[in-house]
């Protein structure tokens, strides 16, 4: 009896320690059309990816106006609650499971977690405004059972001076939706999100800087990991809850590991060895790690032939020597 009890306990040890299956993610870009099987098998046939962000929009004319306008005939169809829906059923055929993580578009392209309201008034209308927007992608996410629901991304601003709004948000979420919540926090920002005990996954949008080299070199890409990744898992200690990325990816272009978050035209210089690299080095670092989730590779179009290539320098891996980098990784293990 005691070598059975002894044998019951390090089952239990095992159980708890073992590692996961990971989230082997892309981040599935909003277009002007329904996708079918051709948008949607790239996805396990060249990264063997299990997992799909699906990404509605909402949309704010200026950093100080509340209103934010979602699902109207005027987007394109992928941003609105029927293209998300859309994709999510087409995903579903691969056996991708969804990720729902609706997005704000503010004009010109103005950094979300700027958005500031000049007066109380103003606030909360911005409150009944989000709370209108992302409900109703909730209740999609119930709808279609999507496995996890991003609740927000990159919103630093509003989550920190409207924290009890943010709360009580949470809670009328979970009212409608029942599966497992996240919020995308910015790379430098998920240190102040104060919420994450009331979701199950940390996420953070993992653009942190890893190397100043023109073409980072996978060891100083190693490196550069070396101040972040105990800060990082220090939060996945504190709340007990596992760290996902919502977002990660590097551009193939040169210093693209200095400041990653960057897509600006004054980057142009391809530099496919450094996305190689850089990308290399995350998941060396991350995905073999119990306490960590997995990610959402930034970004995927849904036509796969004309997308990316060798002499583009955007996020995409689309066509390029990483992507079979992500596939190699995202084969460790078959969910």
């Not at 009890?164 to 920002?189: M, P, Q, V």
């Amino acid at each position: 009896m005691r070598f059975f009890g002894i044998f019951l306990l390090f089952l239990s040890l095992s159980s708890c320690t073992s590692q996961t299956k990971k989230i082997n993610g892309a981040s599935f870009v909003a277009y002007g059309i329904p996708v079918d099987e051709s948008h949607t098998e790239p996805l396990v046939t060249k990264i063997n990816a299990n997992f799909a962000a699906v990404m509605p929009f909402g949309f704010i004319r200026s950093l100080n106006n509340p209103e934010i306008i979602h699902n109207t005939e005027r987007q394109w169809f992928g941003e609105t609650r029927a293209g998300a829906k859309q994709y999510s059923e087409e995903l579903r055929k691969q056996n991708i499971k969804i990720m729902v993580k609706p997005h704000i578009w503010i004009r010109r392209g103005e950094f979300t977690g700027f958005l500031n309201m000049e007066t109380e008034e103003d606030w909360k209308a911005l409150e009944n405004s989000y709370t209108n927007f992302i409900l109703e992608y909730a209740q999609l996410a119930q709808e279609i059972d999507a496995e996890i629901f991003c609740i927000g991304t990159e919103l630093e601003n509003f989550t920190l001076k409207r924290p009890k709004y943010w709360n009580n948000l949470i809670d009328d979420i979970k009212k409608i939706y029942k599966g497992k919540l996240t919020y995308a926090a910015n790379w430098d920002e998920y240190k102040r999100t104060p919420f994450w005990g009331k979701l199950d996954f940390i996420g953070i949008d993992a653009y942190f800087p890893v190397s100043d080299e023109q073409t980072p070199t996978f060891e100083k890409s190693m490196e550069g990991w070396l101040k972040h990744k105990p800060v990082i898992k220090s939060y996945s200690d504190k709340f007990q809850k596992p760290i996902l990325f919502t977002e990660y990816g590097y551009r193939s272009v040169d210093y693209s590991g200095k400041e990653p978050w960057k897509f600006d035209r004054s980057m142009t210089e391809v530099n496919l060895e450094a996305q190689v690299n850089t990308t290399k080095a995350l998941y060396e670092t991350f995905w073999q790690e119990d306490w960590f989730a997995g990610g959402f590779i930034w970004k995927w179009f849904v036509n796969y032939d004309k997308s990316g290539g060798k002499e583009n320098n955007q996020f995409t891996p689309q066509n390029k020597p990483v992507e079979q980098v992500i596939k190699t990784y995202y084969s460790l293990e078959k969910s």
